[in-house]
């Protein structure tokens, strides 16, 4: 019996955060779920919460009439989360995955595909990199970045083929949304399946790549699909040309069958799953419960049901089982009965319920009463992260974590709620009863959110220190983020790739002088990047990580003001500096910062031969330095950086045609010499 939704049974009046989970059995959508696609293999081991192939049999018995076998490329671009490229650009943005292939099979570097913004485990090693929140609710292959895409008809899918034109191997699962609205992996990498750069030649690098996997055998109807990818493997960019999806065509007659027999079939299983008022209907049971049954056990107790049965269990049935002759392989040790998981002391148990992840915590609650009690204790919801949980998250949850997670700290919706499984009125009223604690909220890519759940979040979550909206909005009308404005202890805000007003910015940074880490990257243009750096010399002087990746406005000015941040670690300036030169701002940054241990140049075009020198003179502690682009710089002050950065393990030299024209085995052999991964656009050397 489910006691997912289940308070103890006991109704003592009051409507207070103790009363029944009556808004949700999780059980209920647990198997819906499992009716919906929720598949078997690797795949259903990471990413489902019961195993099952309800909805291929569901769909089979639709799919009498079978249409024609077709391929299709993608009509559009539902969503991602990153990109190299800006919006109002075509160079590497994520459109370019939009119809047929432009490239393949050649194989390079090409503007026109759609390339992510990270490579390896470099920003992993970044002082700006982030602990995962609830980190055991991680698969083994985690998803650094995605995309969602839509085609023109509906097939059954019996292919997916992403063509891939520059360092492939970052594909690690491929999903499909079906009609009856719930996705379905459809194939999942091991461990095994991920391309290895330390231990691959040279040449396999330079092959582009129809990847195509086996797809595991579905009825599913779809058109949409989302691809992840892991970059932790990857040398370099991989770049995306192309994603094909064949199938069979399906009659909208077949669909609308379908359609109708997964509702019906949802909604009586709801009504079965479903607790009302402590009790409900019973069709089936567990292996203790099928047995009890075979040997017509049928206790009489009219009162305090639940707590009879729980002292039956304890304490009687062990020499039930045996006064019925049961095998002795089916009998109960009777000494190791004695002692067993349930006597150790509820604080054990607490701490070992600890590292379950958040689908075994549900799943333990469905064991016993006293399970129960434990799984659903507010301690373990301390910390949340739904992000690894994305394909499952809705309203309905969210309402039942409400009355869980009373002390709520940490809170991860990144990626979730897509497709309107997350109603802004329902995550509104999240916050407003769980919000008044949280120092961690992260909302990346969540598109559920308007312009009053920014206003919750700036009112109700007044003791954030950590605030990341990544890829939120790319129109500020969309999203209003005055109230922001009152939060006043952000220690880490990252508003990458989201649009938003400039005066909002200065007064939040103004209003936040502990801040520590900064993302600005792709801010727009509305932002003016010397105002901002001013500010930052001004008020925030704490400041440990700062991205500036392809904002704009951005002069010498303003990276003297920088200099004035002293605590800086981590700068990433690449693409957001196009004068011709930057005079002594460098240097001056440089000389003031001695604790820089990531610095990205990328296409910095007035980087001079001046410039190359105090990098390598000043540079002491640098670790990650991007140079990408630069023009001018010679074979000699490689070398000089080389020698005199003795911390450094990434060095990007990708484009910087001046020296890689020339003595490319040099350069190999300076890799290996001072054990230094060195980035070309024409070699890829391993440490």
Same mark, same amino acid.
């Given at each position: ?38 598949? #078997? ?67 390079? &570097? ?72 719930? $996705? ?68 909208? +007659? ?106 075994? !915590? ?27 949980? $994305? ?50 909220? +992260? ?44 939060? /006043? ?46 500010? !930052? ?34 700068? #990433? ?24 241990? /990531? ?10 031969? +001046? #410039? ?40 990007? !030299?990708?484009?910087? &045609? ?6 490319? #085995? ?22």
């Amino acid at each position: 019996m489910s006691l997912l939704a289940y308070d103890g049974g006991v109704d003592d009046g009051n409507s207070s955060d103790t009363e029944p989970d009556e808004l949700i059995d999780f059980t209920a959508m647990l198997m819906e779920q499992r009716q919906h696609g929720d598949n #078997d293999g690797d795949c259903n081991d990471s990413s489902s919460w019961l195993h099952g192939d309800g909805d291929n049999k569901l769909q089979s018995q639709s799919l009498d009439n079978q249409g024609y076998c077709l391929g299709q490329y993608v009509l559009g671009v539902l969503d991602f989360s990153s990109q190299y490229g800006i919006d109002y650009s075509i160079s590497y943005t994520a459109a370019n995955v939009i119809g047929r292939p432009t490239k393949f099979p050649a194989y390079g &570097d090409y503007p026109e595909t759609f390339t992510m913004r990270t490579y390896g485990d470099w920003w992993q090693c970044a002082p700006s990199s982030m602990r995962e929140i609830q980190s055991q609710n991680l698969p083994t292959l985690p998803t650094h970045d995605f995309i969602v895409v839509y085609f023109e008809k509906f097939v059954v899918p019996t292919e997916v083929a992403i063509f891939e034109t520059f360092n492939p191997g970052g594909v690690v699962r491929i999903w499909a949304y079906n009609i009856t609205k719930h $996705w379905t992996c459809l194939w999942e990498a091991k461990s095994s399946d991920m391309i290895q750069p330390r231990t691959r030649s040279n040449y396999a690098l330079r092959d582009s790549r129809r990847f195509a996997p086996p797809l595991k055998k579905t009825n599913v109807i779809t058109k949409t699909l989302r691809i992840d990818f892991n970059h932790s493997q990857l040398n370099y960019y991989t770049e995306i040309d192309a994603i094909m999806l064949c199938g069979r065509t399906v009659s909208m +007659r077949s669909m609308q069958q379908l359609i109708a027999t997964a509702s019906a079939s949802a909604s009586a299983s709801a009504g079965l799953q479903r607790l009302d008022g402590g009790s409900r209907e019973v069709t089936s049971g567990g292996p203790i419960t099928n047995k009890l049954r075979t040997l017509k056990f049928q206790p009489s107790c009219r009162e305090n049901y639940a707590a009879k049965l729980h002292e039956f269990i304890n304490n009687d049935l062990s020499q039930f089982l045996i006064e019925n002759n049961l095998e002795p392989g089916q009998q109960l040790n009777s000494s190791a009965s004695q002692t067993c998981l349930t006597d150790l002391p509820f604080e054990i148990l607490l701490k070992i319920l600890s590292y379950l992840d958040l689908k075994s !915590l549900f799943r333990m609650g469905q064991v016993s009463r006293l399970f129960y009690d434990i799984s659903t204790h507010p301690l373990l919801y301390g910390e949340l992260s739904l992000k690894p949980y $994305w394909q499952l998250t809705n309203s309905k949850l969210l309402c039942t974590l409400a009355r869980r997670a009373t002390m709520l700290r940490k809170l991860d919706l990144s990626w979730c709620g897509g497709f309107g499984e997350v109603s802004p009125t329902e995550f509104k009223k999240f916050l407003t009863q769980r919000g008044d604690n949280l120092t961690h909220l +992260r909302l990346n890519s969540c598109k559920f959110l308007n312009a009053s759940c920014i206003e919750t979040v700036g009112i109700v979550c007044d003791n954030l220190i950590e605030l990341s909206l990544r890829n939120c909005a790319i129109d500020p009308p969309l999203l209003n983020f005055s109230c922001l404005a009152n939060l /006043k202890n952000l220690e880490r805000l990252d508003l990458f790739q989201t649009a938003f007003e400039s005066e909002l910015l200065l007064s939040m940074l103004e209003g936040n002088r502990k801040l520590k880490h900064l993302n600005l990257a792709f801010c727009g243009v509305s932002v003016n990047m010397d105002n901002v750096a001013t500010h !930052l010399g001004t008020y925030n002087t704490q400041l440990v990580s700062l991205d500036m990746w392809k904002a704009h406005f951005l002069s010498a000015r303003g990276l003297q003001s920088l200099a004035r941040c002293q605590h800086l670690e981590e700068l #990433d300036l690449g693409w957001c500096l196009r004068e011709a030169t930057l005079g002594d701002s460098l240097h001056q940054l440089l000389s003031n910062c001695p604790k820089l241990k /990531k610095l990205f140049l990328s296409a910095v075009r007035g980087i001079t031969e +001046r #410039d190359l020198v105090h990098i390598a003179t000043l540079g002491k502690n640098l670790e990650q330095l991007d140079l990408m682009g630069i023009l001018n710089i010679t074979h000699e002050r490689v070398y000089d950086i080389l020698v005199h950065c003795t911390k450094l393990q990434l060095l990007d !030299l990708s484009f910087c &045609d001046s020296i890689m024209d020339r003595d490319l #085995d040099v350069i190999a052999d300076w890799s290996r010499l001072f054990n230094v991964d060195i980035k070309s656009s024409r070699i890829y050397n391993a440490r």
